[in-house]
């Protein structure tokens, strides 16, 4: 669609974004039809219920000081986000598909509108007390101009941090995956004997780079969430030192 000097299009991004969404949503909608589902679950029912136990016991363990009715507040974003980036980088295991978590501009986007709404939380939880977390208590005050800079820059780089850490992880195993496949089946194609033996250990390398490759799209996922997690902390309970907030950033 044009729309004056404008181009919107629907593209495989947009595509496979949507069908993430959707399958996570028909799973969840499947199970809890009806008013709920049975009384003794089906292997469905068990792999819903596992993924929502999972993440309340994450926020439950990572979100501090609040009582359990305002955790909550907080838990359906953070289910959406685990649920939302686990199928998109399980989906980009399937051939020919197209995976989401791989461009550079999603994920910083996905990461850059979770953290203002981290800060705006924090803001709302402490008010303009919450700046206090660019100087922290004891600091002389010759140091201060530069100690407030530069934890001012190791805050906006935490969103910066978390988009290319999920990018950049995914984007490197399938791009091996890629090469080392292609070599494979370059070497099958050459029809002689001594290629399709010596094709035998790439072939290998590629299955268990995609085992691997497979856990890295689970554990990424879990990463980003619980970062996540413990960013909301962060900007509700104003207790980290200066020495986490620039370990997270590493």
């Not at 909608?29 to 709920?36: A, D, P």
């Not at 268990?208 to 799209?217: D, I």
Request: some cysteine.
């Amino acid at each position: 669609m044009k729309i004056g000097d404008l181009y919107f299009s629907f593209t495989n991004p947009s595509l496979f974004m949507l069908l993430s969404l959707t399958l996570f949503l028909l799973l969840v909608h499947l199970v809890t039809k009806k008013g709920g589902g049975h009384l003794v679950p089906n292997a469905w029912q068990s792999l819903v219920e596992l993924l929502y136990d999972f993440v309340l016991n994450l926020v439950n363990e990572q979100i501090g000081g609040l009582s359990g009715n305002v955790k909550q507040k907080f838990f359906p974003i953070i289910l959406v986000t685990f649920l939302f980036l686990l199928f998109c980088n399980l989906q980009g295991m399937i051939p020919y598909s197209f995976t989401v978590t791989s461009h550079f501009l999603i994920t910083l986007g996905l990461s850059f509108s979770l953290f203002i709404g981290i800060t705006i939380v924090g803001f709302q939880r402490n008010g303009l007390h919450f700046l206090s977390f660019l100087l922290p208590a004891g600091v002389p005050l010759p140091l201060a101009p530069f100690l407030v800079l530069l934890e001012l820059i190791s805050y906006c780089f935490r969103a910066l941090s978390l988009g290319i850490r999920l990018f950049a992880n995914m984007m490197a195993g399938h791009s091996l995956v890629k090469i080392l496949s292609g070599f494979a089946w370059t070497m099958l194609c050459m029809n002689d004997l001594l290629y399709f033996i010596g094709d035998l250990g790439p072939f290998f390398i590629v299955l268990a780079l995609t085992g691997l490759e497979l856990g890295v799209a689970i554990l990424q996922a879990y990463v980003f969430t619980i970062l996540i997690c413990i960013y909301l902390n962060d900007a509700i309970n104003l207790h980290q030192t200066v020495l986490s907030y620039v370990c997270f950033i590493f």
